[in-house]
């Protein structure tokens, strides 16, 4: 009898099976993911997305992984206008990242059920550069790009584009410190202990 509290995940032999539009090595997906576009996301190696996430890429939308990133359970990626997380970004639990978002002005109709030309969409890629941390909660809004190494705080709302190498957090988001650049040493441990290309 299989565990109903362990629905498990799908390795990359089942995910190549199900017309990604690519897929690396070592990469799990939870089986009670929802996704959808599945032709318009590419995921790179060293990947895990958890439990109960959803990730929509549909229409011309992409949605692009690197490698060695998380995405943890309960988080949405909506990248109808198209998401990129560079390699080893983390993306923890509950986190939100649209890059399409309605106009809440009352000048547009609002909801994917109305005639485009009615509704007043804001729609701009998102991305993530290597080594960007999300805390839990966190919500990046369409357009903005956080810059390599940078830390944003649980539960911050990231409404423009973040520097490079900074810890951020709050609501408005604000700058707290930097942050060390050790992980770019560890990052040649690690694809050297696997040999990978530097």
């Given amino acids: 009898m299989e565990n109903p509290f362990d629905p498990g995940y799908y390795r990359e032999h089942e995910l190549r099976q199900m017309g990604f539009g690519a897929i690396g090595d070592n990469v799990r997906i939870s089986s009670n993911c929802t996704i959808l576009g599945l032709a318009n996301i590419r995921i790179g190696s060293n990947v895990r997305i958890d439990g109960y996430s959803t990730l929509v890429a549909p229409g011309d939308g992409y949605l692009h992984i690197g490698s060695f990133v998380f995405v943890g359970g309960y988080s949405l990626l ?102 060390s650049r050790r992980v770019l040493e560890l990052e040649q441990e690690v694809r050297r202990e696997l040999g990978l290309p530097g």
């Fill in 78 to 179: 909506s990248a109808g206008a198209g998401i990129r997380l560079d390699d080893f970004v983390i993306v923890s639990q509950g986190c939100r990242i649209y890059s399409r978002n309605d106009d809440y002005s009352g000048e547009h109709l609002c909801g994917h059920n109305v005639p485009e030309r009615y509704a007043g969409i804001t729609s701009a890629a998102v991305h993530l550069r290597r080594h960007v941390m999300l805390g839990t909660g966190a919500v990046v809004f369409p357009g903005v790009e956080i810059g390599e190494g940078t830390a944003v705080g649980a539960l911050s709302l990231v409404p423009r584009g973040l520097p490079e190498w900074g810890i951020f957090a709050g609501n408005p988001i604000r700058r707290l410190k930097d942050r």
